[in-house]
């Protein structure tokens, strides 16, 4: 009888073992029960439910205690929603931002911190199973790590102080598109590679009436409320000239010389004749005006052989003119290759009662290499991770953006960026007009710019 109950008390014993169960309460580190319902408001521009539904479905199969509601908005009501939001304490937790605007949304928003702390639900024992909380504590992103990972654009622009403000999904660079019907038409065998080839095509393309009427263009150049991101083109021309855009306190300097620089303009007033040489009935480059229509409705038309634009106009494009024989080229250059990046970033709202799970969530989809592909395959954008650049270079439409992807950069236009954005339409507008010299027509804009940061 002893004996019996001797076997029957290691029995139990084993027993009590593999369910899991410990004297005094669950195993060390875990809570009884499932975690507690997160929900994530998450908002972004552009992109479809569909475009993201894969990465937050992904990232739900880890934590199916958090919900991602996730809304889209169009460009011209976005920010405007936004802004209302977030001072009325019912803003999204995360929500997209495009590059320029990260200086005036600095204050509203929570750095990337070193760690998170995230619940994971887990399940032990084997023959009484339990659900249990447990409570993980995990590094984040190093700015070592955001160097690795990114291009140098993302570093430059989302790194404020040495903290991280933002990390991107896709990384949006400007492009030559081409009508090849017409380059065909004028025995232009390539798009052109640099500056002086550009102005020889244009000035082949392009065709006037008898009264002088532009009714063929060669480009859609040198004016600025009918270009598309006249800003961003006139913004590189000066950049690959060799312009100071900003200085080490991010005010604006283009209107000054380089270190060592011996002609009688500044490279960014030289940059500026160029691009409205143009438009300029008096130049023999002479292709564009005011009164031409929208560039991208221009070049849609057929009427127009380049066009210069973003991955993001593909769409608009295949869908507005399907017959349309247009390709892609990388930008002209003047030396070493110097690209415009143009995109948005994934950022938290400093408001956010769920800041890890949020930048948990980021991470996870920013750097996730297989989330990536499987993101950008339906969204058909640029990649953003180095090391999946070369998954693109072989992608006939992409292929243009993904390669300058490295050599991108952009600048810092204040704390009202589309303030600044009109500003430089101004300059390229009065220009034109030319009441005033080039060089006092730039150090207006760079004064009016500077004057956005205060």
């Known amino acids: ?238 950049m690959q000239n060799g312009t100071p855009m900003t200085d080490s306190n991010g005010y604006a300097t283009f209107n000054q010389k380089p270190t060592g620089y011996q002609r009688e303009l500044p490279p960014a007033a030289e940059a500026l004749n160029f691009y409205n040489g143009f438009a300029s009935p008096a130049t023999q480059s002479y292709t564009w005006n005011e009164n031409l229509p929208n560039s991208l409705e221009s070049f849609m038309s057929g009427k127009t052989a380049f066009f210069f634009g973003y991955a993001y106009n593909l769409s608009t494009i295949k869908a507005r003119a399907p017959k349309l024989n247009f390709e892609i080229a990388k930008m002209p250059q003047v030396g070493t290759p110097i690209n415009f990046a143009n995109y948005w970033t994934e950022t938290v709202s400093k408001k956010s009662k769920n800041q890890n799970e949020a930048w948990d969530f980021i991470i996870f989809m920013t750097t996730n290499e297989e989330m990536n592909k499987t993101y950008l395959q339906k969204s058909r954008l640029p990649i953003a991770l180095r090391n999946l650049i070369i998954t693109q270079t072989d992608d006939l439409e992409l292929a243009p953006f993904a390669d300058q992807i490295l050599t991108s950069r952009s600048w810092y236009k204040g704390k009202d960026a589309e303030a600044s954005d009109k500003i430089l339409e101004e300059m390229i507008s009065g220009n034109l007009e030319g009441i005033l010299k080039t060089n006092e027509i730039v150090s207006l804009a760079v004064q009016k710019i500077n004057q956005t940061y205060k």
């Open 1 to 238: 009888m002893k004996t019996t109950k001797i076997i029957i008390f290691f029995l139990l014993a084993a027993l009590l073992v593999t369910s899991g169960f410990k004297c005094g309460g669950p195993p060390a580190g875990l809570t009884l029960g499932k975690p507690q319902p997160v929900t994530l408001e998450y908002w972004k521009v552009f992109e479809e439910s569909s475009d993201v539904q894969d990465l937050i479905s992904a990232y739900q199969k880890e934590h199916p205690h958090i919900v991602i509601n996730y809304r889209n908005f169009t460009y011209d009501e976005y920010e405007k929603q936004l802004v209302r939001a977030l001072a009325e304490d019912r803003g999204p937790d995360i929500f997209s931002i495009n590059t320029t605007w990260m200086r005036e949304y600095q204050s509203l928003i929570s750095p990337l911190p070193a760690t998170v702390t995230i619940a994971y639900q887990v399940t032990k024992g084997t023959i009484k199973k339990e659900t249990y909380t447990e409570m993980r504590t995990k590094k984040t992103l190093t700015l070592r790590d955001v160097k690795a990972l990114f291009p140098d654009v993302i570093y430059d622009n989302q790194v404020i102080n040495d903290q991280i403000y933002g990390l991107p999904l896709s990384i949006d660079t400007l492009a030559l598109y081409y009508n090849r019907d017409l380059l065909n038409n004028a025995g232009i065998s390539n798009p052109p590679t640099n500056w002086d080839e550009f102005r020889e095509d244009v000035i082949k393309l392009t065709k006037q009436d008898s009264k002088g009427n532009i009714i063929q263009s060669g480009a859609a150049i040198g004016t600025a409320t009918n270009v598309a991101r006249s800003p961003d083109i006139i913004s590189l021309l000066m």
